[in-house]
């Protein structure tokens, strides 16, 4: 039996994306959580661009007494781990409750991380690969919006008439 509905999902290692990111490695000296919302702006554009289920995981390995906590926001979900997970053992757990017939890729450079998420089925992206296809994906809504601009700007009155009204205008405006 085959499964021909198969979901696409994109698992983001949060943290280990910020440090891999040039910009954003900069931006969490001053400003962890602005480093966060700024990754994950781009990740919300790009799901909402490729249609991918998107999934950033934030670890809190070492906040004492922190609870798991899970955001969903507009085309992803947001996770913030426990006290003593990594992002890692919950992306392993996770990966393993989806189907194999879905398609899963991970984004981070953890070596270790991306032998286990090959050995369970998932692709890997690194970091420098996901910010490649987020940048693309970034510079093609671009000109996507740049073009329904000028269509918009572009508004002749008449492409808005009826050919009668058209024509009628046109025998009117000869006549002059």
């Given at each position: 039996?085959?499964?021909?509905?198969?979901?696409?999902?994109?698992?983001?290692?949060?943290?280990?994306?910020?440090?891999?990111?040039?910009?954003?490695?900069?931006?969490?000296?001053?400003d962890l959580e602005s480093a966060r919302e700024k990754l994950i702006h781009?990740?919300?554009?790009?799901?909402?661009?490729?249609?991918?289920?998107?999934?950033?995981?934030?670890?809190?390995?070492?906040?004492?007494?922190?609870?798991?906590?899970?955001?969903?926001?507009?085309?992803?979900?947001?996770?913030?781990?426990?006290?003593?997970?990594?992002?890692?053992?919950?992306?392993?757990?996770?990966?393993?409750?989806?189907?194999?017939?879905?398609?899963?890729?991970?984004?981070?450079?953890?070596?270790a991380e991306q032998q286990i998420i090959l050995g369970k089925g998932a692709?890997?992206?690194?970091?420098?690969?996901?910010?490649?296809?987020?940048?693309?994906?970034?510079?093609?809504?671009?000109?996507?919006?740049?073009?329904?601009?000028?269509?918009?700007?572009?508004?002749?009155?008449?492409?808005?008439?009826?050919?009668?009204?058209?024509?009628?205008?046109?025998?009117?405006?000869?006549?002059?």
């Open positions: 039996m085959r499964r021909t509905n198969k979901n696409s999902y994109l698992i983001v290692d949060g943290y280990n994306i910020i440090n891999a990111w040039d910009r954003l490695k900069e931006i969490s000296k001053e781009y990740i919300i554009e790009y799901a909402q661009y490729t249609g991918k289920k998107a999934i950033i995981v934030f670890d809190a390995y070492n906040v004492k007494n922190s609870k798991e906590k899970i955001e969903e926001r507009k085309y992803i979900t947001i996770v913030y781990t426990k006290e003593h997970q990594t992002a890692d053992s919950y992306i392993e757990k996770y990966i393993s409750s989806l189907s194999k017939y879905d398609d899963i890729e991970v984004a981070t450079s953890d070596y692709s890997r992206i690194s970091a420098r690969e996901l910010k490649l296809y987020v940048d693309s994906a970034m510079v093609k809504i671009k000109e996507e919006q740049e073009k329904r601009q000028q269509k918009i700007q572009r508004n002749f009155l008449e492409e808005r008439l009826d050919k009668d009204i058209l024509s009628k205008l046109e025998n009117i405006r000869r006549k002059r």
